[in-house]
């Protein structure tokens, strides 16, 4: 019944990010979001390491050395910072991270925001995605615009509310 309880999580989340990306206006990303777990390189791997708690690429990747769900997953699903990670173009080739489209950051934002939700439940504050970041931004290889972008609306998530947060973006999204 793992798999039940996998598709549960994934339906949830995704509906987070759903009423998250329509508040934002951004409709399209909001249905077409997170198609890829479905799949069954995706969906069948979830179901295995499902924990309910944490994303089960954690627990594939700990078994296995690398998560096959998550290398799927990040490949295709561009409000992912990893999906714009290349090559330099300095002299030394070196990988670092391309600057995101604003719509991908906001769904970005977005994903953070639902991840917290369904994995904290009611310990969830305004502040979850914001404090989730900072522990492990050391890591991320990520544009500076794409990174200024993301902190300021984390940041704007945690001082001053989802609804608030949520209108500014809106807002912003038509001035383009």
Not at 20 to 41: E, I, N, R, T, W
Not at 95 to 112: A, Q, W
Not at 114 to 125: E, H, I, R
Not at 149 to 159: G, S, T, V
């Given at each position: 019944?793992?798999?039940?309880?996998?598709l549960?999580?994934?339906?949830?989340?995704k509906?987070e990010?759903?009423?998250?990306?329509?508040k934002?206006?951004?409709?399209?990303?909001?249905?077409?979001?997170?198609?890829?777990?479905?799949?069954?390189?995706?969906?069948?791997v979830?179901a295995k390491?499902?924990?309910?708690d944490?994303s089960?690429?954690?627990a594939e990747?700990?078994d296995?050395?690398?998560?096959?769900a998550w290398?799927?997953?990040?490949?295709?699903?561009?409000?992912?910072?990893?999906?714009?990670i290349?090559?330099?173009?300095g002299?030394?080739?070196e990988?670092?991270?391309?600057?995101?489209?604003?719509?991908?950051?906001?769904?970005?934002?977005c994903?953070r925001?639902?991840?917290?939700?369904?994995?904290?439940g009611d310990?969830?504050?305004?502040?979850?995605a914001?404090?989730?970041?900072?522990?492990?931004?050391?890591?991320?290889?990520i544009?500076?615009?794409?990174?200024?972008?993301?902190?300021?609306?984390l940041?704007?998530?945690?001082?001053?509310?989802?609804?608030?947060?949520?209108?500014?973006?809106?807002?912003?999204?038509?001035?383009k």
């Amino acid at each position: 019944m793992k798999w039940l309880a996998h598709l549960r999580t994934i339906n949830r989340h995704k509906r987070e990010v759903m009423k998250l990306c329509f508040k934002a206006g951004l409709y399209k990303q909001g249905l077409l979001h997170d198609m890829s777990k479905y799949s069954p390189v995706e969906f069948l791997v979830g179901a295995k390491y499902y924990q309910g708690d944490k994303s089960p690429n954690d627990a594939e990747r700990r078994d296995r050395g690398y998560s096959s769900a998550w290398l799927h997953h990040k490949g295709r699903n561009k409000h992912h910072l990893e999906y714009w990670i290349d090559y330099g173009l300095g002299e030394g080739h070196e990988m670092t991270g391309m600057k995101m489209p604003v719509k991908y950051v906001i769904e970005m934002f977005c994903d953070r925001v639902a991840a917290c939700k369904v994995y904290l439940g009611d310990a969830y504050t305004d502040s979850s995605a914001y404090d989730y970041y900072m522990k492990s931004k050391s890591h991320y290889i990520i544009h500076p615009s794409t990174v200024a972008l993301l902190e300021r609306l984390l940041k704007m998530l945690k001082d001053r509310g989802e609804e608030e947060t949520l209108s500014f973006i809106r807002m912003s999204l038509r001035k383009k």
